[in-house]
C-alpha cells in the first residue's frame, strides 16, 4: 500500500534514478484525486475499498505540462501532457493477477479500451504499468521483440493479441539487456523471476523510443 509518509521517499528516489513521469500500481487507496506535494503531483484512481488501484507521479517541470487526468477505473488511470507536434497520454493500468477470473480480465480490457478510446488518433499513447502477464523470450511479429524473460503464458497472449488489434509494440520487449534489468516480480523464496510490467506505445512513434530498462526490479 502506498501510504503518504512514502511520497517524499518515492520522490528522493525518482530524483536519483532521473525519473521525471512514475506510474504506480497497487496503490490501494479509495476514490479518486490529485495531491500536490512540493511542486510535484500524484494524480491516484482508487475503488471502494483499499484495492487495487493505480497512481502517476509527476515531477516539477512536467507538472507544469499536464493538461489533465482520467480515473477510469480503480485499474486504469489516463494523464495528458502538453506535447509538440502532439499531445501524449500516458495510461497508468494494474492487471487482474492470474489467480483472478476471466471475467475480472475482460473489465480490464473492456476499461482500456475505454482509456483508449479518449485519446484523439494522432495523439501519442503510453500504456505502462504491471499486466501480470508473460510474454517470454522470443520475438513474435512485429509486435513482441527478442528480448522477453522466460515463457509466454495465456495473459501473455491476451496482451499481444489486444496490442496487435491496437497497432501497439511491447516496448520493453525490443532493447537487450542483462536478466537482472529485464524481471519485475520476485517469489516469496526468491527463487523465481518474472517480467510482468510493460511499456506500449503505438508502432507509429516506435522510433521514438530510446531505451526501457528496469531501474528497481522488484522495487515495493
Known amino acids: 500500500m502506498l501510504q503518504k ?3 517524499e521517499n518515492i520522490k528522493k528516489e525518482m530524483e536519483r534514478t532521473g525519473t521525471n513521469i512514475l506510474g504506480l500500481s497497487e496503490v490501494r487507496w479509495r476514490g479518486a484525486g490529485k495531491i500536490p506535494s512540493d511542486g510535484s503531483t ?41 506535447g509538440y507536434p502532439m499531445d501524449i497520454n500516458i495510461i497508468q493500468v494494474y492487471a487482474p493477477t492470474s489467480k483472478r477470473p476471466e471475467e475480472e480480465v475482460d473489465k480490464f480490457y473492456d476499461d482500456l479500451e475505454k482509456a483508449k478510446s479518449q485519446c484523439k488518433s494522432q495523439e501519442v499513447k503510453i500504456i505502462q504499468g504491471d499486466f501480470n502477464a508473460k510474454m517470454g523470450k522470443g520475438r513474435r511479429d512485429d509486435i513482441i521483440g527478442e528480448y522477453g524473460l522466460g515463457e509466454r503464458n495465456e495473459r501473455g497472449d491476451r496482451l499481444f493479441e489486444w496490442a496487435k488489434m491496437n497497432e501497439m509494440i511491447i516496448g520493453n520487449t525490443w532493447f537487450e539487456h542483462h536478466p537482472r534489468r529485464l524481471w519485475t516480480w520476485l517469489s516469496n523464496d526468491d527463487e523465481t523471476k518474472n517480467q510482468i510490467d510493460y511499456i506500449l506505445i503505438d508502432k507509429r ?16
Open 5 to 7: 509518509g512514502k511520497l
Open 42 to 82: 500524484l494524480m491516484y484512481s482508487g475503488g471502494e475499498s483499499s484495492e487495487r488501484g493505480v497512481g502517476i507521479l509527476v515531477d516539477p517541470k512536467h507538472t507544469k505540462t499536464m493538461k489533465g487526468y482520467w480515473a477510469v477505473s480503480d485499474r486504469v488511470l489516463i494523464t495528458k501532457f502538453k
Open 205 to 220: 512513434f516506435r522510433n521514438g523510443m530510446i531505451n526501457i530498462k528496469t531501474l528497481l526490479p522488484g522495487a515495493d
